[in-house]
């Protein structure tokens, strides 16, 4: 199989909470109103990427993966799933609030990885808030107690969130996204989710949507606010202003560019680009493949050296 960047169709998915923000400014479609989800880098049975361009067009990305081997997702991978999942999201109203659990406890309970994630804040509305961990001492009893009266929303950590931030957050860290803000959100390909509280809100269907408080409880970690301070800016190395964030589970690094910028898929991993702003063209050998704001390219582990050209683009840029 060969290797060349490769433009992806996201899987779109309609939410209760969604806007209408990635059909209006990043080049996305789908037959609904809500758009909160576009899946821009997925391979799941609940959604996958469809190949845009060249050899391989109309291919899904799983196929392709299949047929390639996983030397395309890097030298020595050998777990049976893809490893990140990669998505925008516009929340035009608040996100319920929710917790992850770690690889171990998702493995035994739930046949499926943990989730640590990462939050690249692409727009947020003046005073825009999200949920970043607890405030104060995190204790199951005070939890309980919370819970049974109703009272969740007392313990929660707010921050008030601006375009450019980055929040990492680890398995058993309690969190939210606020009303007006769209993230470009990486993580582990996982969608083991505890919901802890969703505000009493009805579901599509009119019922309040499922919560899972006693995995909740099982899963939060007490991470002081210090901690929860520390975590805002890293994963495990120290951030720069090109370095977001960098864990055992994915690297991931924003790249602003004006004129041109030369990037490496090595043999070690994959190199997902995902476009926040502005336009321009991926340069590989004798091709050139266009991009807009929204687009997100797939460049197989191997491919080597690959030049972003643009007068004005931002460019999310991961790898495992
Ligand atoms: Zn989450």
Redesign the pocket.
């Known amino acids: 199989m060969n290797l060349y960047p490769m433009k992806l169709a996201p899987a779109v998915k309609e939410i209760i909470w969604g806007g209408d923000k990635l059909k209006a400014s990043y080049h996305k479609s789908a037959p609904f109103d809500k758009l909160a989800e576009s899946w821009e880098l997925t391979v799941r049975p609940d959604g996958m990427n469809v190949i845009e361009n060249g050899e391989y067009t109309g291919m899904t990305l799983g196929e392709y993966i299949e047929k390639a081997g996983n030397a395309v997702i890097g030298e020595g991978y050998d777990a049976d799933r893809f490893p990140l999942l990669i998505k925008f999201i516009d929340a035009r109203d608040r996100l319920s609030i ?3 659990p770690s690889d171990d406890y998702a493995l035994a309970n739930e046949n499926e990885f943990g ?1 640590t ?1 990462m939050w690249y804040i692409v727009e947020a509305d003046e005073g825009a808030e999200l949920v970043f961990g607890l405030s104060g001492d995190y204790t199951k009893e005070a939890f309980d107690k919370a819970i049974a009266e109703g009272t969740v929303e007392t313990l929660l950590h707010r921050v008030k969130v601006h375009a450019g931030e980055v929040y990492f ?1 680890p398995s058993g860290l309690v ?3 606020g009303a007006g803000i769209l993230i470009c ?1 990486i ?1 582990q390909n996982s969608n083991v ?1 505890y919901r802890v509280y969703d505000y009493n809100r009805p579901g599509k269907d009119g019922k309040p949507r499922e919560l899972h408080v006693a995995k909740a409880r099982e899963v939060i970690v007490n991470h002081s606010p210090a901690d929860i301070e520390a975590l805002r800016f890293s994963g495990k190395a120290a951030r720069t202003p090109e370095l977001l964030a960098s864990c055992d589970k994915f690297t991931v690094h924003k790249y602003d560019i004006a004129g041109e910028r030369s990037l490496t898929a090595s043999a070690d991993s994959f190199l997902s680009l995902t476009f926040t702003d502005g336009e321009g063209e991926i340069h590989y050998g004798d091709e050139k493949y266009a991009f807009v704001k929204g687009d997100t390219y797939f460049i197989p582990a191997g491919c080597g050296k690959i030049t972003v050209a643009s007068d004005n683009a931002v460019c999310i840029a991961a790898q495992r």
């Open positions: 929710q917790v992850h989730k994630e957050i969190h939210a996204i959100e993580q989710t």
